[in-house]
C-alpha cells in the first residue's frame, strides 16, 4: 500500500505546504487557506520516497508489549527496568528492587500505577524545573502532570507548564530536555531560530535526546 495516499490535511493561513509523520505513522499536510488540491496532491507525490521512507522508519521502531501485570514483567522507570512483584502490601505502589504493586488495589491495578508514576513525576520534574529556571532566568506560573499520550510536554501563553507522566520513565537526562524545550518557550513562544538557540545553549546534545525519545516512544506506557 502507497503511505502517500493516505493523510491528514490541515490548512491555515501558513504561507508554505509542510510534510510530517506523527508518531502513529500518518503522514499530515499543513497548506495555506487557498491552496489548490491539485497542487497539493502534486506536492505529496514528488515527496512520495521520502513519505514512504520515514513512515516505514516510524513503524519499524520498538514498541511496547501489552502488559498482562504478571509477577517478572518489567517497568520502566527513570530509564532502568524494574520487575513487577504483586504482594499484599498496606501501600498500593512501591519502589524497590523491585516494582511492587499491592493486591488490594486490584482490579484498580493500572489506575493505581498510573497515579504512582504521576505523583512521581511531579517531584522529579518539579525538582528538575526550579534548577532549571534559575539556569534559564525564567520562571514557569505553574506545572501540572497530564495524562497526554501525544505531547511529552507543553507551554501556555500565560507561562503555564505541562508535562505527560511518561516522562518519568525515561532517563533522566530525557527529563532534562524536555523541561529545557518547555521553559525555552518562556522565552521565544515558537520554534525559531532564536528558540532552538536557547535550547542548545542549556542542552548542547539537544538533539540527540530528541532522537532519542522518538526512538523509543512506543516504549513508554503502561
Known amino acids: 500500500m502507497d503511505s502517500a495516499k493516505t493523510y491528514k490535511l490541515i490548512r491555515s493561513r501558513r504561507r508554505t505546504i509542510c510534510l510530517s509523520i506523527t508518531q502513529e505513522a500518518t503522514l499530515v499536510v499543513k497548506a495555506p487557506l487557498l491552496t489548490p488540491m491539485r497542487y497539493i496532491e502534486q506536492f505529496i507525490v514528488e515527496k512520495k520516497n521520502w513519505?514512504?521512507?520515514?513512515?516505514?522508519?516510524?513503524?519499524?521502531?520498538?514498541?511496547?508489549?501489552?502488559?498482562?501485570?504478571?509477577?517478572?514483567?518489567?517497568?520502566?522507570?527513570?530509564?532502568?527496568?524494574?520487575?513487577?512483584?504483586?504482594?499484599?502490601?498496606?501501600?498500593?505502589?512501591?519502589?524497590?528492587?523491585?516494582?511492587?504493586?499491592?493486591?488490594?488495589?486490584?482490579?484498580?491495578?493500572?489506575?493505581?500505577?498510573?497515579?504512582?508514576?504521576?505523583?512521581?513525576?511531579?517531584?522529579?520534574?518539579?525538582?528538575?524545573?526550579?534548577?532549571?529556571?534559575?539556569?534559564?532566568?525564567?520562571?514557569?506560573?505553574?506545572?501540572?502532570?497530564?495524562?497526554?499520550?501525544?505531547?511529552?510536554?507543553?507551554?501556555?501563553?500565560?507561562g503555564k507548564l505541562n508535562f505527560s507522566w511518561r516522562l518519568v520513565m525515561t532517563p533522566i537526562e530525557i527529563i532534562d530536555y524536555v523541561i529545557v524545550h518547555e521553559l525555552s518557550h518562556l522565552h521565544h513562544l515558537n520554534h525559531s531560530r532564536r528558540f532552538w538557540e536557547t535550547v542548545k545553549n542549556t542542552i548542547p546534545d539537544y538533539k540527540k535526546r530528541e532522537h532519542w525519545l522518538k526512538e523509543n516512544n512506543g516504549l513508554l506506557n503502561i
Open 51 to 158: 513519505i514512504n521512507k520515514k513512515i516505514t522508519e516510524i513503524k519499524s521502531r520498538p514498541k511496547a508489549k501489552i502488559k498482562e501485570y504478571e509477577n517478572g514483567e518489567d517497568f520502566l522507570y527513570l530509564g532502568k527496568s524494574y520487575q513487577l512483584r504483586i504482594a499484599p502490601t498496606k501501600i498500593p505502589v512501591q519502589l524497590k528492587d523491585e516494582l511492587i504493586i499491592s493486591t488490594t488495589v486490584w482490579p484498580h491495578h493500572k489506575d493505581a500505577l498510573k497515579k504512582w508514576y504521576k505523583s512521581e513525576a511531579l517531584k522529579i520534574i518539579g525538582d528538575r524545573c526550579k534548577i532549571y529556571s534559575e539556569i534559564m532566568n525564567c520562571s514557569p506560573k505553574s506545572i501540572k502532570i497530564s495524562h497526554a499520550m501525544k505531547r511529552w510536554g507543553s507551554c501556555t501563553a500565560s
